[in-house]
């Protein structure tokens, strides 16, 4: 199995700057992808960023060019650096991941993290 732990949210006010960072362990030959997701009251929840394994990500409109996804491989960890936030940037993220967990199995499985509130005030 593949656990995710998340880290990094909280209160920050309108223009401010948060780190997430969320770490996989267990079973895990390869992420095939991993980043975050958020959902607000009332919304569905949207992707933010992603990361693949080879490197390429992937931004939502309302996130590109203030939030910055990355990775230390070594650690299976992934970080979202969140510059200038705004209140519509308020929702509990979800970390996600998708992962092969065994050579011998060319199955993948996906995996949630607990999710972390952020609040951004005006």
């Known amino acids: 199995q593949v656990q995710l732990v998340e880290s990094g949210g909280g209160l920050v006010q309108a223009g401010g700057s948060l780190r997430l960072s969320c770490a996989a362990s267990?079973?895990?030959?390869?992420?095939?992808?991993m980043g975050w997701y958020r959902q607000a009251p009332g919304k569905q929840r949207e992707l933010v960023a992603t990361?693949?394994?080879?490197?390429?990500?992937n931004y939502a409109d309302s996130v590109k060019g203030r939030f910055t996804i990355s990775r230390d491989n070594a650690k299976n960890t992934r970080y979202l650096q969140m510059n200038s936030l705004k209140p519509e940037d308020t929702a509990v993220y979800y970390c996600?991941?998708?992962?092969?967990?065994?050579?011998?199995?060319?199955?993948?499985?996906?995996?949630w993290g607990q999710g972390t509130q952020v609040t951004v005030s005006s």
């Open positions: 996600y991941c998708n992962a092969r967990q065994a050579v011998w199995n060319s199955a993948t499985s996906d995996t």
């Open positions: 267990g079973s895990i030959f390869r992420i095939n992808v």
């Open positions: 990361i693949t394994d080879g490197g390429s990500t």
